[in-house]
């Protein structure tokens, strides 16, 4: 991190009283005071950086904790919904994963009517507590057919599921696709094929942040 810190006027007088004392007068002033001047104003220097670091940290620190406060209360509300929905919470470090049951049927990526309530009831979650948050739809298939397929399809699936997120009210700005296809580490078991065979695979998590990322930023799907 970056940060500018301003001299003080003592530090900016010192060095130019030191400066004209080397200049003027050098042989008047003994080696061991001019070094322990010198020391000196080092010393106030030093805690001149300190301070506006600490200043830095401070701010950011508030920052960040504003973040976390306004994520926790997003988690406790969608935690809420598992009494009427089989979601699962997992609170990360500056985000939110919601495992939500909105699942495909084989080889598709139309948005089941079953799964509607869960992405209604969300954005109404987002709406009302954070509205700017960052929100990513993650795509994922079953093993069935080549893994360029499935990254395509899981895709689909994360762009439907943002489309209609839209619908309902959350703005497209703050909302991402991407595709893990048919991602070993992220599969929920090995079942696959048509039918309901596999179709805890087929389907999209959604994963908050607590800030938006820059403008055109791409996504990678590295995990």
Do not use: H, W
């Not at 078991?189 to 908050?208: K, Y």
Request: one cysteine or more; charged letters at 25%.
């Amino acid at each position: 991190m970056n940060v500018k810190v301003s001299m003080s006027r003592s530090a900016l007088a010192g060095s130019a009283a030191l400066m004209m004392l080397v200049s003027t007068g050098c042989a008047r002033v003994k080696p061991d005071e001019l070094s322990a001047q010198l020391a000196e104003l080092r010393a106030e220097m030093r805690d001149e950086y300190q301070q506006g670091d600490q200043r830095v940290a401070t701010d950011l620190g508030g920052r960040i904790d504003a973040v976390d406060s306004r994520l926790d209360a997003v988690a406790d509300e969608l935690n809420a919904l598992s009494d009427e929905f089989d979601v699962t919470v997992t609170r990360l470090e500056g985000a939110i994963r919601f495992n939500a049951p909105v699942f495909f049927t084989f080889d598709d990526a139309t948005i089941r009517p079953e799964d509607q309530a869960v992405l209604d009831r969300f954005a109404d979650v987002i709406e009302s507590y954070y509205p700017e948050v960052a929100i990513t739809a993650e795509g994922f298939t079953d093993s069935s057919g080549s893994a360029a397929y499935n990254k395509a399809l899981g895709k689909r699936r994360a762009d439907a599921v943002v489309a209609y997120l839209a619908t309902q009210g959350l703005d497209q700005g703050q909302l991402r696709a991407v595709s893990y296809g048919e991602m070993t580490e992220r599969m929920m078991d090995e079942q696959r094929g048509p039918g309901e065979a596999g179709v805890r695979n087929r389907r999209v998590v959604l994963v908050i942040d607590g800030t938006l990322p820059p403008a055109n930023t791409e996504l990678t799907t590295n995990n």
